[in-house]
Each structure stands twice: as C-alpha cells, then as structure tokens.
C-alpha cells in the first residue's frame, strides 16, 4: 500500500494494512525529519519500522503546497494501480490519479454520490 500519509483515508489504508502486519509506504512532500501531518507522527513513525517512509527532499525541508502535487508522481509511480476512494476535480487524488494514467498504471475509483462535489473527480 503505498500512499501520502495524510488524515482520513490515507491514515485509515496505512492503519489497516499495518494492522494485518501489511507492507506500507509513506510519500513526504517534506525532509524525512519533518513528519507532516504533525498528527500523523506516530503512525509515520510506526510506518518506518515496518515499511518504508520515502521522500525526495533533504532533511529540515518543510512541507509546501505545491511539494503535494509533485509528490503525487511519486506516489504513482511506486504504485501497480492507484484507487481513488473520493476526489474533487481538482484534488491531491485526482493529480495522483493524472500522474497515475501518465504512467501508464491502472486507475480505479470508487463511485460516490453524482449531487457530491467529493465525488466529481472519481465519476470523471
């Protein structure tokens, strides 16, 4: 399972697959030392005994906006497929899911609601 390590969906798939004693891999968009989201510490932590936490930045390099949408390739790239469970046109799952397709990987999404914003980006 290979995913950004944010709150909501990504933490859940990183909890789950380490609760099966599952293989994980946490993408930083910021140094290995600057574990973001701040929340989210012990579980990156937790991800670096068992699997793999990877970023392309040196260490003290804080997280910036535009550091998510690059790491996203990354994210892509170390991926056979890439799942969206919820992506609004313009969202971190929908650039994830770009980079995916450009890569020449698998895309699936999970349908949601078509009156849901949260859902736009998975029905496109």
Same mark, same amino acid.
């Given at each position: 399972?290979?995913?950004? &390590?944010?709150?909501?969906? *990504? &933490?859940?798939?990183?909890?789950?697959? /380490?609760?099966? *004693?599952?293989?994980?891999?946490?993408? /930083?968009?910021?140094g290995p030392d600057v574990p973001y989201p701040q929340g989210h510490s012990a579980l990156l932590h937790r991800i670096a005994r068992?699997? /793999?936490?990877?970023?392309?930045? $040196? $260490?003290?390099?804080? $997280?910036?906006?535009?550091?998510?949408?690059?790491?996203?390739? /990354?994210?892509?790239?170390?991926? &056979?497929?890439t799942v969206v469970v919820e992506a609004g046109l313009r969202s971190g799952a929908a650039n994830t899911a770009a980079w995916a397709r450009a890569l020449g990987r698998v895309v699936c999404a999970v349908p949601g609601p078509v009156t849901s914003a949260a859902s736009a980006g998975c029905h496109t």
């Open positions: 399972m290979v995913s950004g &390590g944010a709150y909501g969906i *990504d &933490g859940a798939a990183h909890r789950a697959t /380490l609760s099966v *004693d599952g293989r994980t891999v946490a993408v /930083l968009a910021g068992t699997g /793999l936490v990877v970023t392309e930045y $040196p $260490p003290g390099t804080r $997280p910036a906006r535009y550091r998510f949408l690059v790491r996203n390739r /990354l994210v892509a790239a170390l991926s &056979g497929a």
